[in-house]
């Protein structure tokens, strides 16, 4: 199974909320913040999960604004996505 990335730009305030919506969707997704300041996000799914995953993010974007953003050139402060990127698991 590969591992995907969905970075998302969305305001801060809701944050949480996408976050505590993937967490109450078991092994779906991880949400990991990318860049605080900008609001920028990162949904890690397994492939197998996709589609349920992009699902989600379109029944969230009924309640917060959100867009799908290509991934960030300086992603240095988050240890996880630095790793996965030097591992070149992420398509």
């Not at 920028?40 to 492939?47: F, G, K, P, Q, W």
């Not at 969230?60 to 604004?65: E, F, L, Y």
């Not at 402060?77 to 790793?83: G, T, V």
Request: proline content about 4%; cysteine-free; glycine content about 2%.
């Amino acid at each position: 199974m590969s591992l995907h990335a969905i970075y998302l730009e969305l305001s801060p305030a809701d944050i949480a909320y996408v976050k505590f919506i993937f967490e109450s969707y078991e092994e779906v997704g991880i949400i990991r913040t990318v860049d605080r300041t900008r609001a920028i996000i990162v949904l890690l799914a397994m492939t197998d999960f996709l589609a349920v995953a992009r699902a989600i993010l379109q029944s969230i974007k009924n309640d917060v604004p959100l867009r799908e953003i290509s991934r960030p050139a300086n992603m240095e402060d988050d240890w996880l996505m630095a790793e996965l990127d030097a591992a070149s698991e992420l398509p």
